[in-house]
């Protein structure tokens, strides 16, 4: 099973930007749909983007659309969440997983691999 670590978190005012790294162990890195989901104190994990093995399917949503970008680099066995325009409401504590199904998915309980999660914070 793939094993992942996030970095890059940090506090930023908002409308600054942040670049999340999700670095994943092991070979099978491309054969994994990934996933980016935040949790805010008190709040549910939800989803905020997804990434197909490939690179070539991405879902958003509606909150971060127009303002984060999702991408990976199989060679390096790592994916990336650029944040843009970040606003308080964006804080949170932001994990990548990991989903081997074909399908591109949304809820938590479809990912089977977590990293431990990196704080993000906007003031205002």
């Known amino acids: 099973q793939v094993q992942l670590v996030e970095s890059g978190g940090g506090l930023v005012q908002a409308g600054g930007s942040l670049r999340l790294s999700c670095a994943a162990s092991?070979?099978?890195?491309?054969?994994?749909?990934m996933g980016w989901f935040r949790q805010a104190p008190g709040k549910e994990r939800v989803f905020v983007a997804a990434?197909?093995?490939?690179?070539?399917?991405?879902s958003y949503a509606d909150s971060v659309k127009g303002r984060f970008t999702i991408s990976r680099d199989n060679a390096n066995n790592t994916m990336y969440l650029q944040m843009n325009s970040l606003k308080p409401e964006d804080t949170a504590i932001y994990y990548c997983?990991?989903?081997?199904?074909?399908?591109?998915?949304?809820?938590?309980?479809?990912?089977?691999?977590w990293g431990q999660g990196t704080q993000v914070t906007v003031s205002s």
């Open positions: 997983a990991a989903d081997r199904s074909l399908l591109l998915r949304t809820l938590p309980s479809n990912y089977n691999a």
């Open positions: 990434i197909n093995w490939s690179g070539d399917r991405i």
């Open positions: 092991g070979r099978t890195f491309s054969s994994y749909n």
